[in-house]
């Protein structure tokens, strides 16, 4: 199955490689980088090998663990030809506020 990318899913991506590399550096980006790849790869063949989240706004949102990074989940809907990623984030977060629209400024 085909795979999209959402812009904020790939700021996810550079937003934690920039965390890891201040956390321990460069061998842990690549690690982050790979097992992102491996489970992107693992999501696209298997697309309802996630869990489907009932918790969140929207609705048909699954998650899965990075593999090798259990704390960081990636979400992702399917779509009728392809599988779309949407965020890469801390399990740890406020996940029903990730979908959320901005509040308007008045």
Avoid: C
Wanted: proline share 7%; aromatic share 14%; charged share 25%.
């Amino acid at each position: 199955m085909k795979a999209s990318y959402r812009p904020q899913f790939l700021t996810d991506i550079e937003e934690t490689a920039d965390y890891l590399y201040a956390q321990a550096g460069d061998d842990l980006v690549a690690r982050w980088r790979q097992a992102v790849k491996q489970t992107r790869k693992l999501v696209t063949q298997f697309p309802e090998i996630g869990h489907l989240r009932a918790d969140l706004p929207i609705e048909g949102i699954r998650t899965f663990y990075v593999k090798g990074f259990p704390n960081w989940l990636i979400f992702y809907h399917i779509a009728k030809d392809h599988i779309e990623f949407l965020r890469a984030k801390h399990a740890m977060m406020h996940l029903p506020g990730l979908f959320e629209p901005p509040a308007s400024e008045g």
